[in-house]
């Protein structure tokens, strides 16, 4: 299976890291959102990362604008048809992707593959959407793309091996290292990671030890490149909120139940960097 033109659908901090690196390995990218100033924002973040690289003298000035040459936007998902395969980055919610995975196999060549980004759900429930369940695969990437060198890469249910190594193969093209999960509740990384950060605001919301006490002994103690508390704000508290809530739906148990700090900032819309202001204040 060859790859020339990569489909990224959602241009959100995912969705803009997984067009950033796939433009890097020379691929052309479509990038598509709901609104244009989705896309623009996620190209200026692009543009931005590799004006930085021209600074620090990793990359040549005309290497940056051949790199921002390479990707198209749209807002259309139409713009997806001539792709190899289309890399989904949306909302984690199982109801709207089973309704886009379903669009872009009407839209998308037979032979194209259909991934998802999603960090925790069913790829087999996702797949079953779609006109080509054999073609669906998870493509899971860490954040900060850019920098995060895992993709867990999970077939479905009727996922076939080839299209299996041909992501991996794809991961392994955009410089990542690819791990072959099998489906379930968030796989390896966030099986692990998410009840850890959630144990680490369970810790806060106990007033056990304040973000900043909590986040210094974990880096300290733990040697974690960063605490579980700053993680939670980079990755979303209301996508830590959301998996959470998955896995205590899905195992039915109460180990997975997630803290009310949580709740409380998803409420007031203090969702972590993307919004300013999470378990600390950006702005
Ligand atoms: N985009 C692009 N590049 C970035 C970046 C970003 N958002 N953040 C940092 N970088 C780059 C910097 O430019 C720098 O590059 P150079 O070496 O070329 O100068 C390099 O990364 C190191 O950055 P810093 O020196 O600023 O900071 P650091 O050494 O503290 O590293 C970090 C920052 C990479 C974020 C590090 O703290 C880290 O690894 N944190 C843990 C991240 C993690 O666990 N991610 C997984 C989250 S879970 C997930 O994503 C799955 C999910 O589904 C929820």
Redesign the pocket.
Request: charged residues 15%; without cysteine.
């Given at each position: 299976m060859e790859f020339k033109a990569i489909g990224v659908l959602g241009a959100g901090t995912m969705g803009a890291g997984i067009a950033q690196v796939c433009a890097e390995a020379g691929f052309k990218v479509v990038l598509v959102d709901i609104a244009p100033e989705f896309v623009d924002k996620a190209v200026k973040g692009m543009n931005k990362?590799w004006s930085?690289a021209v600074e620090?003298g990793?990359m040549a000035a005309d290497q940056a604008e051949k790199l921002n040459a390479l990707v198209t936007t749209s807002t259309d998902n139409a713009a997806f048809k001539d792709c190899d395969i289309v890399i989904e980055a949306i909302v984690e919610n199982i109801d709207i992707k089973k309704k886009v995975f379903k669009q872009l196999g009407e839209i998308c060549g037979p032979d194209a593959i259909l991934a998802s980004n999603t960090?925790a759900l069913s790829i087999t429930e996702i797949a079953a959407a779609t006109n080509r369940p054999n073609k669906v695969v998870g493509m899971?990437f860490?954040?900060?793309v850019?920098?995060?060198k895992l993709i867990e890469v999970i077939p479905g249910a009727e996922t076939t091996d080839d299209v299996v190594e041909a992501v991996m193969d794809l991961s392994r093209k955009i410089g990542k290292e690819p791990v072959r999960a099998k489906e379930s509740p968030g796989f390896i990384?966030?099986r692990i990671?998410v009840p850890y950060i959630n144990e680490a605001a369970i810790v806060y919301q106990e007033g056990i030890a304040s973000a900043e006490e909590i986040d210094k002994a974990m880096k300290l103690g733990a040697n974690m490149?960063?605490g579980p508390l700053a993680?939670c704000d980079?990755?979303g508290i209301d996508?830590v909120l959301a998996i959470c809530e998955y896995y205590w739906r899905e195992f039915g148990d109460s180990k997975y139940r997630p803290s009310l700090a949580f709740r409380q900032k998803v409420r007031a819309g203090h969702l972590g960097m993307k919004t300013g202001k999470g378990f600390y204040d950006y702005t």
């Open positions: 990362n930085k620090k990793k960090s899971h860490f954040n900060p850019p920098v995060m990384v966030n990671l490149p960063m993680l980079l990755v996508v």
